[in-house]
């Protein structure tokens, strides 16, 4: 595996699926990880994101303080992190990360904490909006910088017909389930 930069013009792709994503922030070196469904490309030039995220997520008072916060997106093989990340609350689970056996790393020049092992990363700042934020628990970032695996996105695509099913992107429906990516259809529209 190799983490390539995803150019700015085509970061909307790494989301534009639906996938199930995981939400990480830092401020006083405190880290945490939840898991978010509601996440979409609002923006291509320059990308932007939006995010609902609880407001009464630890998450979101570390997004809020520091001003950035990271969008990764798990693959199959990381359903259970997902569940567990996206169920337990830093307030009464301190150690969810440890407990949850959460790798973490850093790319140089940011100090927000990503999620090993995910098919994509996005690094973002906080457009403040208050409205927004207080009365729809909605957030819009800034894509600041992304990556990708090679082996998953490369070439501003998605490659879901050349990896296994533990290497797809999820889509949680309820319930503890999830679908995950299926097969490439390709149009051709005559042209």
């Not at 509601?38 to 009464?56: E, G, Q, R």
């Not at 809020?64 to 798990?74: D, K, N, R, T, V």
Request: net charge negative; aromatic share 10%; proline share 5%.
């Amino acid at each position: 595996m190799t983490i390539r930069p995803v150019e700015n013009k085509k970061v909307y792709r790494l989301l534009n699926h639906g996938p199930t994503v995981m939400v990480s922030a830092k401020h006083n070196n405190v880290e945490n990880v939840m898991s978010a469904s509601w996440v979409c490309p609002l923006d291509s030039s320059p990308a932007k994101v939006t995010a609902v995220i609880d407001k009464n997520s630890y998450t979101r008072q570390l997004i809020e303080q520091s001003g950035l916060f990271a969008i990764q997106i798990p693959v199959a093989k990381q359903a259970e992190t997902v569940i567990k990340v996206g169920t337990q609350s830093y307030f009464t689970h301190p150690n969810k990360l440890i407990d949850s056996n959460v790798k973490l790393f850093y790319q140089d020049g940011f100090d927000v904490p990503l999620v090993n092992d995910c098919a994509a990363w996005l690094i973002c700042r906080l457009i403040p909006e208050p409205h927004n934020e207080s009365v729809y628990d909605l957030l819009i970032g800034e894509v600041i910088c992304a990556w990708a695996d090679d082996r998953v996105f490369a070439d501003g695509h998605w490659r879901f017909d050349n990896v296994t099913d533990e290497m797809k992107t999820l889509h949680y429906v309820a319930g503890k389930q999830f679908y995950i990516t299926g097969k490439g259809l390709i149009v051709d529209d005559g042209s």
